[in-house]
């Protein structure tokens, strides 16, 4: 693969014009509060397409290709199924609580709904889910330059993380949100041609179905048993696995997308930043997952003179991180080339962008405030939050080697969830809907989750020899890695929330005076009935998830 000038032309833009929106704002971060929270001032709009784009990370456009290609369509559910109803829920029920409290961070909510060691125990348990997260990032667009520059990975790896560094250290949040915003549109604009290119190729959608299985090219019809269907989970594992426990522990407690929420200029504008947000992501299986699916039809039975899409492991099996890099190699000519590589470079730039300021705003306020250095300047924290930018990126690069264990980055992304956000949606179920929940029944329950996640991995495998290396004893061999993920989490809710119910009913509440604000049953409903309907969350709420039914009903 060739880069031309003008393809080298169109990245050196790119990434002078990230730079200069962080020298750009660099003047208007005088306190923490600009540097952690943008000051609160974010439009609902930048602030929803700001909460999407977090998302759209390497390990999402690149991971959800390799899922498409691995998994087929059954990858839609981590949209229509695993995003989508959780982001109605906590712009309708939960950013009230988030942001009525005025709390800084996610663990800061848990210190005045609960105790301090609950804050501190999901403080840490967060920081180091943040920089796997910003690792497998790295990894991926590493992997990336690799095959598309010729670049050693090392040096890739270092790179990539130099840019994002630098924008984010000069501008905090503000900065990273409206970068966001541009590389939302790059992401759109560079992918939407690889689908249309690679969908004339095969011959169209017919085209696509005469190469592939059948169970590739449906959501819902194979899944009423593992054996039926690729991914290898039944109906249960994956409404309960990924659509409750990973989806809700994710979308309605992850600091990395909340914080974009909570930077908003109003309580009703940061209620409809996820719902702004879950409008575009309803359609973006068909820009990040349906290349994935055209590289398998053209690897399984490739065009009359053309290679396979797909490259062999040496350990037999298809790269599938490679899916989506392969197909712009394949399809984009020159400009358009530089086009493509843009928007994964904007892909990693956003997705390592939130977690680096998640990281940077939970161990300055969480760790560093409360527990180290409680009552110095706002200066100074403005000081250690930049500080700790440089650092978060430092260990987020050691973990990048970690990733490359994995053939699929996504498998690896819902493994760590299942240690991290999965317990957690337990605490903040009960905690913001059961006033009876208390402190230690909270932290009781976190802990326990988080050990039955780790209990769960270590007694279980994947039906695969590399698998089985290490473990203590093998009770159960699951048909893939996605499977094993989601029945993870649901033991790890599972155990949580039993656990924090009996503890809390052994322990001492707090009074309902001190949970004013942070408990359903205790705050006052917001009216929002003089707002014209789509300034309204709930008449959101409500267009989304028919829209949402429809598509699945569509793809069942």
């Known amino acids: 693969m060739h880069l031309t000038p003008t ?57 959800m290709a390799a899922s498409g290609a691995k998994y087929g369509m059954l990858t839609s559910h981590f949209y229509w199924v695993g995003a989508i109803p959780a982001m109605v829920f ?24 609960f105790d301090e060691k609950t804050r501190a125990f999901n403080a840490l348990t967060f920081a180091t889910m943040t920089v796997f997260s910003s690792g497998i990032s790295m990894y991926a667009m590493g992997a990336l330059l690799r095959l598309l520059l010729g670049w050693n990975i090392h040096a890739s790896i270092v790179v990539s993380a130099v840019v994002v560094l630098g924008y984010i250290a000069l501008g905090g949040l503000r900065s990273a949100i409206y970068n966001e915003v541009v ?27 005469s190469r592939v299985p059948d169970t590739y090219l449906r959501s819902w019809h194979y899944i009423g048993s593992a054996q039926a269907n690729p991914m290898g ?86 790269d599938y991180n490679m899916a989506l890099p392969m197909m712009i190699g394949r399809y984009y000519p020159s400009g358009l080339l530089g086009l493509g590589i843009t928007a994964l470079l904007a892909s990693f730039m956003s997705g390592m962008a939130g977690n680096v300021t998640a990281f940077n705003t939970v161990w300055t306020y969480d760790i ?30 050691a973990t990048a080697y970690v990733a490359m264990r994995f053939n699929n980055i996504m498998d690896m992304l819902q493994l760590v969830f299942s240690f991290v956000n999965a317990p957690l949606f337990a605490t903040f179920l009960l905690g913001m809907f059961w006033r009876r929940t208390t402190g230690h029944g909270a932290f009781s329950g976190l802990i326990a989750g988080t050990l039955a996640a780790a209990l769960h991995y270590e007694v279980t ?45 052994i322990t001492r509440p707090r009074p309902s005076g001190e949970l004013a604000g942070l408990v359903y049953s205790l705050t006052p409903r917001i009216a929002d009935d003089r707002l014209v309907w789509y300034k309204r969350p709930a008449a959101l709420g409500l267009v989304v998830s028919v829209l949402t039914v429809a598509l699945n009903l569509l793809f069942w």
């Not at 540097?35 to 991971?63: D, H, K, T």
């Not at 759109?188 to 017919?206: A, H, K, N, Y």
């Not at 560093?368 to 200066?379: C, F, M, N």
């Open 461 to 505: 495998a994947v039906a695969a020899a590399s698998s089985l290396v290490g473990k203590v004893a093998v009770l159960h061999i699951y048909p893939s890695d996605m499977a094993q993920n989601f029945w993870g989490a649901i033991w790890a809710w599972t155990s949580c929330f039993i656990v924090t119910i009996a503890v809390s009913v």
């Open 183 to 209: 590389q939302f549109f790059l992401i759109v604009f560079g992918f939407v041609p690889l689908v249309w290119l690679g969908l004339r190729d095969i011959g169209g959608w017919s085209g696509l179905a």
């Open 368 to 397: 560093y405030q409360s527990y180290l250095v409680p009552r110095a300047t706002d200066a100074h924290y403005l000081w250690v939050g930049r500080a700790t930018t440089v650092v978060g990126v430092a260990i987020s690069v």
């Open 90 to 113: 906590v712009g309708i029920f939960m950013m009230p609580f988030y942001y009525g409290s005025r709390a800084r961070s996610v663990p800061e909510y848990l210190k005045l709904r």
């Open 233 to 318: 989970i039944e109906w249960f594992g994956m409404v309960m696995g990924l659509g409750f426990v990973l989806s809700f522990g994710y979308w309605c407690t992850d600091f990395l997308v909340v914080q974009r929420a909570m930077a908003a200029d109003s309580m009703n504008a940061a209620r409809r930043t996820p719902l702004i947000a879950a409008v575009p992501k309803m359609l973006f299986p068909f820009i990040v997952i349906l290349p994935g699916i055209l590289a398998l039809g053209l690897t399984l039975q490739p065009n009359p003179g053309a290679a396979p899409i797909l490259q062999q492991n040496p350990g037999g099996g298809y």
């Open 7 to 63: 393809d080298l032309l169109i990245i050196a833009s790119y990434v002078v014009f990230v730079l200069g929106i962080g020298v750009l704002l660099k003047e208007r971060v005088a306190h923490s509060s600009d540097f952690f929270l943008a000051g609160r001032s974010i439009p609902a709009w930048v602030a929803g397409l700001a909460f999407l784009s977090a998302n759209l990370g390497a390990q999402e456009m690149i991971g």
